[in-house]
Structures are given as C-alpha cells and as structure tokens.
C-alpha cells in the first residue's frame, strides 16, 4: 500500500563466479562498507531471484490448489500442506541431501582413519611407519579437513537459504489466504493469530531445513559407524552404541515429542497475548480515559504467565537436551572403553582416539543432530497444522475469473468467461462475465451488448437491483438471522437510503450485495440495460464501489489513499477533491495530497479521514456504488456539501445506495428503504412513505431539507473558512500535527555497537550478582571436569599402552622400576586398572552433573530475564503518552511483543547456552593442548588474535543487517495490520486491488528477504574463515608433534591433542558465529529495552489524592488554558477561559479541525507536558492529582466505541466493582437487555459482533455505571440513527439530570436544549451561552452553522432553544424562591 519503495539492488552473488559463490567471496564489499561505516537500508540488496516472493508464492499456491482439489476428490482425505511443500521444493532439498550424503558417509569416515594412522606413528615400539609417511598422512587429513570445512559451510547456506524459501512462500500463501477470508471465518480469527503465525510460527522453518536431510542420514552413518567402532573394540561397542541410542531414541525423543506438545501450547497462548496486544494499541486512548491500564495488565500479566511457564519447560528440556550433547560421547566412550578393558583388553592410543573420534562423530549425529531433528520437526508439525487450519477457513464465494493479459502497462483483457451466481431458490444460470479491466482503464465503447458481452466494457446504462425473500446470517443457525426476509428493488441510475435503528441490519444488506455475506435462502438478482435489453448479471459482473462506515487509511501518502492502486486521472482526481472539500486541506498539509496519513490516517482528523474515504469510492469509476454513512463524522455544514456535491452531483445517473442517519436527506432520495430487525419495513419515495405511515415518520422526527439561506458564493467561502480550519488541528485521534506527518513511519535504528549496558540490564533482570557469580562458578566447574575427565582417559591410555610394552628399551623413561607395589600402582609404577577405573567413573558422573546443572542455571537466568524484561516493557508502555502511540505504527510495536519477545523468550536461551559450551570447550582444549606441547601456543595466541579480529570485523556488519532486518520486518506485520483493518473495502475494489496489495505485501518480503539472505550468507562467510583459521591449527599440532618427535613423546597425548584439533573445526565456528548470532539477538533485547526508556505520563498517583466523593458537584473552569502536541508546534488549544456551573449541560460545537476533541484530551491530560494553564474540576487543579485519581473520576463516551475480546462484563466492569444485578440494570437502560442472555457473552475481536451503534450503547451503559458528575460524549451519536440518538439523549438526560454534561457533537438537535454551547474556532472559545441568545447574533457563528440546517430545520431547533431557555429560567427563578 505505500509505495515509496527502496531502489532495488541486484543480488552480487548472481554475477559472481562459481569459486566467488563457493568461498562466499561477493560479501567482500559489503563487509568492507561495514567496517567503515553503518549500513543503511539502502545498502541491502534484493534476494536472488529464485527467493524471491512472487514467484515462491506461485509454485506453492499451485501446489496448494492440488491438494485442495485432491482432498475434494477423497472426501475423507484432509489436504496436505507438507505434501505441497515437499512437491514445490523437493529438487534443491533432495540435491542438498545427496551433497551432505556423500560428505558425511565418505569424507567425515575417512577422518578418524587418517588420524589413527598418524597417531600410530608415536606408538610406543612401533618400527612400521617412517617419519615421511606419516607427514604424508597428515597432508591428507588437513586436505580432507578442508573439503569437509566448504562443504559444510556451502551446505548450511543453501538449506538455510531454503527455509527461507519455505517460510516466505507460507507468508505469501497467508496473505493470500487473508485477501479471501470471508466475514464470518474472519471474525473467529484473532489479528494476533495471524501475526504470530507469521512471526514466530514460520521461524521454524529457518530451523528446520538445514537438519532435515539428517533424518535419514543418521541412521545409515549409525550402522557405518557401529561396523568402524566393530573392527577396532568388537562386542564392546554394543554397549557404547546401546547407551548413545538410549540417549536418543527413548530419551530424547520422548522429550522431544514433550516439547513439540508444549510449542503447540505456547503457540496458542501467544496467539493470545499477541491479540490482547494489538486491540491495546488500537484502542488505548479509550484505555487512558478509563483509566484500564491496571486491568489491561493484569488481564495480559495472567496470559503472559501462562505462556512464559510453558516456554520455561520447554527452554529446560532444551536446556537438558544441549546438555546431553556435551557429556554424551564422554559417557558412551567411558562405558565402551571400560567395558573392552573388563574384557581382559589393553588400551592403545590409536584405538582410543579412534574410537574417541568416531564416538565423536556419532554424538554429533546422535546426540546433536537427531535431537534437533525431533525438536524442530515436531514444532514444524505444529505449524503446519496451524497454517493448514487457517488456510481450510472459509472464503469468500469464488467466481471464476478473466484473464488479463498486459499491454503497456494497462491491462486488458480479450477472453471471455462464464460466471456461475446462485439466484432464484439455488438455481445457477451461466452468462458471459462483464468483469471490468482494472478500475477505469479501459473506456466503454457505449453499446450494450446483452448475448456476449466482452469483459471490460463499463455498463452504461446502469445496474438495477432485485431481492426476493432474502436470508443471510453472519453465524451459521443464528436465530433471529441477521437477515431475513429481505425483499426490495432499487432502480437503475437511482439514490436509495437505508435507514433503520442500530442493528437493524443496514451494513448487513451493504456486504450482501458486496459478496461479503452470502444469501442463504431466496433471490438475489442483478440486471443492466432497460425494458425489452434488460438481462440478468452477476455480482462479479459489475464493478462495486465502496465506502465503509468506519474510515479505513492506510499508511501511504493521500493521494494513494485516494486513487487505491488505480492510473492518476488528474482530471478526475481534481474533481472528486474539490467535490469532497479536499482542496483546501492538501493546501495547508506540508507536502499537499503527497502528505503521509499514517496508520489508522492517525495524521488526519475524522472528519479528514471520512472525506478521504469517501473520494477513494467516488475515484473509483463504477456501475454500483454503495455509500456506508459517510456523512455522520462530519459536521452539518460539510455534510450538506458532500451530499450534494458527491452524492448528487458528482455520482448522477449511477446507481447509489447511502445508509445513513441523516434524516434531513430523504426527501432528495428516489428511494428510502426502513429496515428494522433484519427485514425491510416498508420502501418507497419519501412522499409515499409519509402517505403510508406518518406517524412512523413522526416518531422519527424527520428534518426537512430545504437550501441554505446562504447563497452559493457564500457558502464556498463558509467551506474554505471550514477547510482551513480543519487542518490546524489534527486532533480527532489526538495525533501530532501536520509538521510531523513525514516522521511518522520512520523507525528509530541504532547504531554501532550493543553497549555493555544492554548486557548488564538483561543478565540483572534474570538474577542478583550474587546469582551470577554462583553461575559462572558453575560454569567453570562444568568445563574442568570436562577437561579432567579427557586428560585422564589420556594418562590411563599412556599407562596401559606402557603396560603393553612391558621392559621395551623404547620406553624405559616413563616408568619406574622399583619393584615396590601400593594399591594405586603396581611394580613397574604403572596406575592400576581398577583404580583408574574407579577415578574414571567418580570424574565422569562429576561431569554428568555439573553440565546438566549448568545448562539448568542458563535456562533459569534467561526464563527470568524475559519475564521481568517483558514485564518493564509492558508497564512502561501503558504509561507512554498518547503521541508516543500516534508517532508509531501499531506494526512496529506488535513486532517488538511478537518478533522480539519470540527471539528473547525461545532463541536467546539456546543460543547462550550453546556459546558457554562451546567457548568454555575450546577454551579447554587449547589449555590441554598447551599442556601437551607449549609450542602450540604460539599459534593458539596467533589464531586467538585472528579470530578476535575477524570477529569485531564480522560483527559491525552483521549487526547492522540484523537491525535492518528487523527495521524492515516491521512493515510486512503494519501492511498485514492494514489489510485486515480494510478487508471489506479492499475486496469491493475488485481483483486488481487484490492484486496490487499482493504484490506490495511481496515487495516487502523481498526487502525482508534481502536483509535475512545477507544474515545467512554473511554468517556462512564468517563461519568458513572461522574453519579455515582452525584447520590451520590443526594442521600445525599434526606437524608439529611429527617434526619436534624425539621418541619420548607418547600417542596418548598426540592422540588427544590431535582429536582436540579435530574438533575445535566445527567447534570453533560454531562457537564463535553462535556468540555473533547472540550478538544479533541481543538486538531484540535492545529494542525491548528501548520500549523501558520511553517518556511516562503521570504521576497516576500522588500523596494527597482527593476525596473518594469527588467531584461532587462537577464544576469546571478553564483558566488559560493553551495546548501544544508538540514544543516546537504551534498551539491546538488558545487561551481558553470559560467557567462551567456543576449540572449545567454544554454542547460543544465548531467545524472540522476547530479543537473539540483537544478540549477533552486537555481535561484528561492525555497529551503530557503540552498543557498550560489552570483546569480546575471542584476547586482542584487537575494537574495537582495523578492521571489515576482524574480519569476514574470523570465518565466518558468515546468517539470511536472500543470494546475488547473478553466478556461482556469485562467490558463494563473490568475491576469487578458492581453487581450483576447493576451490570444488567444499565444494560437494560440502553435498551440492550435482550440481546444478549449472559454478562458472559464473548465480545468479538473489536467487538465485531455488535453494530457500532450497540458499541455506542455499551460505552454508555459503562458510563451509566460509573455515575460520575463530570460526563464527556466526544461525538458520541455520530454513527448512530436518530432513535439510537433519542434513546442515548433521553438517558442521559435522565440518569445524568444533576450531573455536569459535555456535548461535542455534529448535529447540533442534541444540543439545543443544553444550559451554554460553547462554540470554538481554531483552537480558541468564539462563542459561550444559552443556545437561544447565541442565535440572536446574526453574524455569530452558531447562527450560521444552524441556517446551514436548512430553513425548516432552524426553525424547528431554535424553538426547542427557545423553549429550553425560559423553561431553565423559569426552574431557575422557582429555586431562588
């Protein structure tokens, strides 16, 4: 949707040469500009072509449809989304598979072969092998080491190359799948599924790929192995084997089939929390003036404590299960070696470190790999359940569609097509499909042609409308249906009104004919032409416009709010401005129609962001054009102009159907159609309805409608004056004024390096220092019993290969010959068998021990640490300021409680324990090593400088593509936002809007894609460099120990040195590239952390709160009182002083833009330090109180009604304060005590399930309840029908009589009869008094605004004015009395 998109940069890799591929050389440059500067997003370039999103959609769309279309073959088969997968992606998946085949049956197996030769070179005695021969050996073990080193690396690239392929065709396939949702499927889906679903769910994906082909490898290099390990130890390795299986199958796969349960559960709860998250950011001005914050916490606090206990289990079996990997291969060599001594056998140092490098290979593949095969694939199969879940919900009903074909950039299309509409009784009749080009493009040539009509030709003469006994249902067997019984016609080129009471069922009748609700029982029938030429057509026949009741804006600039994807016809374009009084307003705004509306259009005030939507329907060239009450948001003087200009004017000779509230417009309709309860009461021109039933329209008080007494001239400057006004003041959604408009989508990025700071204030969440200190003693006690336990199994392998030798002269100067035997030695001084048996045994179960408890330790420090952290954040971010919310995108703040809080809870946890073991692990051998041979600390000081400095290299731009990959991941979760929030209208604009959303949602997966190929790459680069430095090390203990060989150096010690270097190859890497994605990670926490340092409202509290009683009468006075949104902005409010008598009732009054809606975000002090001046509420200073001693104490009824998804009783009562019996009371005070049967109904997502004037009703049942003496209706019966208006008037009039009452309304019938009206104008009082002297100035403003009413209409109000100052009068005198 917002289309200011990154100039692409082609993928380097796809011109480079194969070794530059091979030796990931092309990522030079990239590094290099890292080194010297910070990277931007310009910098990343596009993904190679076969990633891209587009195309992997396709394939898996394709395939997807296969399934669908097989399972409805086999009624009993459910179609398979793994299937789909494995056929869209099965040749690269299978040619990696072959590639890691060969390597690890033939090149890893090769390894210990080579190394048992080389060790058998320092055999005590041997005279078979010269010193050359052994330099020969060890050439082929390093060669072989390297070939293994880039096959690896290239290996891991591609796989993991290829889930991300997996997970952005799943993202598209979604997103696909949301764009066809129908109504009902897409209320029982929560915004928060899909958001996790495609932040986290799909995340496994990147895991899983690379360890899948292992699923089927490990098995066959297990019988490898065991026949290797046979030859050398025969039945002994049984047991070795036996207890490494063990390990693996029952224990790890059973704890592995426990995680993948709770990943299934922690899914769900986070689906949950994620939800609660995103209606908290939609509606958090509303949870500010309730003053909510502490039930909103606790509501989520409960949720996040469930799903931080699973992940805590969970992150404690991986915990276990890393821990095993360390310790497995050191318990399954012990219990081998010791069982083939028991059995009456020597030990040699070839035997030993070939055995202990083969148990190596076999704990990699057993103990590690297979492992996280099962992990991985029973959360993969956790996700996929979820995904084919949402992709079996319903959808809208299909047509089949045209084919298009591009030509010039325009499309047109040259086949026709048979389109299949359910009519009459379910009867299906077949015609040629009228399906029009993309909106406006192609030109009618103005002939009708009824037989065969070509797609694209625009039906000129008209759509006519026919329904017979209709019924539709939003719920499946829901009794009432929400239509029932619906019959009406409507006319070709006619205006027809839909009026009715709230929840009568007028937006219902709209998605019917949109396609949105499907009819369940009668006919539907559409026709073109006239007469004799009229013919039957399909919905999908004709093109649909539609302008939804609630404004829908995306995050783009205006003018692409307004054109929605289509060619700019400036001619048009200048026409449907100027008709919806746009012009002056792109005049005021800093870059005209090219100003960003922000999300939610928070740059835009209401009455702006209802003029915008509307042009976006009237842009639109169409036959049908249906109009959802576009005129309620605006003021009476604006709407007379819209319905003239747009409605009459511009949409003459097209067919309209307009719901609205505004009853002054009926009599200039062809048609009013009354709907009450979901059936059509009586239809007919306004004159045949007042002939049929005047009393109905009597009790509806229907406004006459005459012109203006201002003439035309006056009332264009009356509009420009209105428009002007309108854009001094973004303060509908209290949102920053128009200098900050182009700010609003930039997303803060930090630069250089995670401070130390970061580090410390996570690892201080998760425990004291006394804690830490514990662990890391623990940590250190682990790894030298790890070391001790190796260097044992050395100097028993060197006694027993001394033993073997007996008096050989060779090896005479390593024993003693004393002849004096002790229980520890024997009489050559050689350690006896049992003894080191028994030490062996005692270092090993230390070690076993030690391990698991340090894994635990991590886990515990990590669990806690995400908690508190989530914690701070939370409560920091329900004291921001409301322009905090405004400044930034609900996208961007859901992904930091989606993507980020994922990364912290699951990915840290296993990262940091998988760095402490392979640090403290490498940082082990290199000591024993050391031990062995000093002279190898030179290159182990010279390689630790190397891998310092590659290290701090890689990391300045890996840290950087990190923070730009999450920088451009907030976009995909804002447009997905967006989608949602406008699927009705997007789905009226026809395929072409569909589609043109499709490819911008792909677009930002590709600039994802580009960031995240660039992490995978870069971190393959880093890790081969890594490798290639350790083999060099490598090289140099093998060739060292061969040329500095005097003949008294032994094989148990080369042996171990030799298997150390063997495996610090992947263990070094491994390492230190685990340590820079910790790094990486560690971003999240960043930005988490960033959300605890954001400005706070309050104080909530003080130490002298007022009374409990107060207020108790609700006098105000305004002293001076000026507001600003921003320092350096001018001031919404002016120097406001007014003083309001407790119970008096004041309507608040002004133009688009004047500072109605400011006024009450001054009173509850929701805009922060702006505020100057003195606003005193019974004599005290609201600013002298916390914000949670003021909000409680003052009852309002919000503009937008919110209601959450939790039960009706939360959303009255969400402290549990108030009885049932007095919930039920104020329900039935608004007339809602029947349609619902319990207080624990489940309210819908943004309570979908309720009409917005039932919303309304509730948001005044809540004030009924809270029964305050200060009440704020800030345009509270906008959206709703004149009854709806009478029924909200009439109670609070009588429940609210002794309370103070603020009015901001549009239809100023409301508030004729307050005590003052308080008319402003720019941000300043204008006008202030009884209604009825304000009406005797003539060149007042208020005079003015009531003559725009009409002439009948003014009159009528200024007798009920009139009527209502001297019956207060009169009360006033009688008092005095």
Known sequence: MNTNERDGKKCPEETSNILSNLFFWWMVPIFRKGAKSNLQITDLCDPPKSDESEGLGDRLEREWRKELKRSSDKSESKPSLFRALCRAFWVPFVLQGAIIFCKEMMACMMVPVLQGKVISYFDPGQKLMDRQQALIYAGLLVLLTLVNVLIDHNYYARTFELGMRFRVACSALIYRKVLR?????????????????????????????????????????????????????????????????????????????????????????????????????????????????????????????????????????????????????????????????????????????????????????????????????????????RITKFLLLDEVEPSKESEFSADNGRLTNEKYTINETRLQNGNRTEMESLLTNRMGYVESSGKLIIEKTKVGEQIERGVEIEMVNVFANWVHDQLPPTLHEVSLKIKRHSLSVLVGPVGSGKSSLLHLLLGELSVRAGGLSLFSGENSEKTKIGRR????????????????????????????????????????????????????????????????????????????????????????????????????????????????????ILVTHQLQYLRQADTVIVLNRGTVKCQGTYEELAQMNPDFLASKQLEESDEPRVKNTDEENMEDEEITSSVNDQATELSESKENLEDVDEEEVVTGRITSKVYKRYFLAGGNPCSLIFITATIIIAQVTANTSDYWLTYWTNQDS?????????????????????????????????????????????????????????????????????????????????KFFNANPSGRILNRFSKDVGVMDEQIPRTLIDVVQTITLTMGIFAMVAVINPWTMIPVIISGVIFYVIRIYYLRTARDIKRLEGVVKSPVFTHIKSTLDGLTTIRSGGPMVGEMLRKEFDQLQNVHSGAWYLI??????????????????????????????????????????????????????????????????????????????????????????????????????????????AEDKPPVLRDLTVTIEPGWKIGIVGRTGAGKSSLVSALFRLNGDGLDGEILLDGINTKSIGLHELRPHISVIPQEPILFSASLRYNLDPFNEYSDDELWDSLREVELGDTVQSLDFKVAEGGSNFSVGQRQLICLARAIIRNKQLLILDEATANIDRSTDELIQNTIKRKFAHCTVLTIAHRLNTIMDSDRVLVMEEGCIVEFGPPHLLLKNQNGQFFQMLQQTGTATAAKLSQTAERSYFLNSKCKKVMER
């Open 802 to 882: 001394l033993r073997s030798a007996g008096n050989n002269t060779s090896c005479s100067n390593h024993t003693r010959h004393d002849d004096q035997e002790t229980q520890w030695f024997d009489k050559y001084g050689l350690l006896r068998r049992n003894v080191a048996i028994y030490v062996y045994t005692a270092i090993i179960v230390t070690c076993v021990f030690f391990l698991l408890l340090r894994s635990i330790f991590c886990v515990r420090v990590c669990m806690n640490a995400s908690c508190n952290l989530h914690n701070y954040m939370f409560e920091n971010l329900l004291r921001a300021p409301m």
């Open 541 to 656: 026949d004709i093109r649909i416009s539609y302008a939804s009741q609630n404004p829908w804006i995306f995050p783009a600039t205006i003018r692409e709010n307004i054109i929605f994807g289509q060619s700019y016809d400036k001619k048009r374009y200048q026409k449907v401005t100027e008709a919806c009084a746009l012009v002056r307003d792109f005049a005021q705004l800093p870059q005209g129609d090219l100003s960003q509306a922000g999300e939610r259009g928070v740059c835009l005030s209401g009455g702006q962001k209802a003029r915008v939507n509307l042009a976006r329907a009237l842009y639109r060239e169409a036959d049908l054009y249906l109009l959802d009450d576009p005129l309620s948001a605006v003021d009476s003087h604006v709407g007379n102009h819209l319905f003239k200009e747009c409605i009459r004017e511009f949409l003459k000779n097209k067919t309209r």
């Open 181 to 385: 949702l129908n109504q009902s499927a897409f209320g029982r889906t929560a915004e928060g599924q899909i958001t996790n679903l495609i932040s986290n769910d799909l995340a496994r994906f990147d895991i899983v790929l690379p360890f899948l082909n292992f699923i089927w490898i490990v098995p066959m290099q297990v019988l490898l192995l065991g026949y290797m390990m046979w030859q050398l130890v025969g039945e002994a390795v049984l047991v070795g084997i036996g207890v490494m299986i063990m390990q693996t199958m029952p224990i790890q796969g059973y704890l592995s089939h426990i995680a993948g349960i709770l990943r299934a559960k922690i899914a769900v709860k986070t689906d949950e929390r994620v939800q609660l998250m995103s209606e908290l950011v939609s509606g958090i001005q509303v949870v500010k003036m309730y003053s909510w914050e502490k039930p909103f916490q606790t509501l989520v606090s409960k949720t996040r404590a469930l799903e931080i206990k699973l992940i805590r289990y969970t992150s404690y079996l991986n915990g276990i299960l890393m821990g095993i990997t360390v310790f497995a291969d050191r318990v399954t060599l012990f219990l081998t070696l010791v069982t083939f001594v028991l059995s009456g056998n020597t030990l040699n140092a070839k035997l030993t470190y070939t055995l202990a490098t083969l148990f190596n290979l076999l704990q990699l593949a057993c103990a590690f790999r297979f492992p996280i095969v099962l992990i991985t694939i029973g959360e993969t199969r956790v996700t996929l359940e």
């Open 1016 to 1125: 995978i790459i870069a971190s393959s680069a880093f890790g081969l460099v890594l490798d290639l430095v350790s083999s060099s090390y490598m090289a140099f203990v093998c060739f060292a120990f061969i040329l500095i060989d005097n003949g008294n150096i032994l094989g148990g010690s080369v042996g171990l040195a030799i298997s150390q270097s063997l495996t610090l190859n992947g263990m070094v890497q491994w390492g230190i590239r685990r340590s820079t994605e910790l790094v990486s990670q560690m971003v999240s926490v960043e930005r988490l952390l960033q959300y605890t340092d954001i400005p706070k409202e309050g104080p909530f509290t003080t130490d002298k709160p007022p009374p409990t009683t107060w207020p108790s009468n609700g006098g105000l006075v305004f002293k001076g009182v000026s507001m600003k949104y």
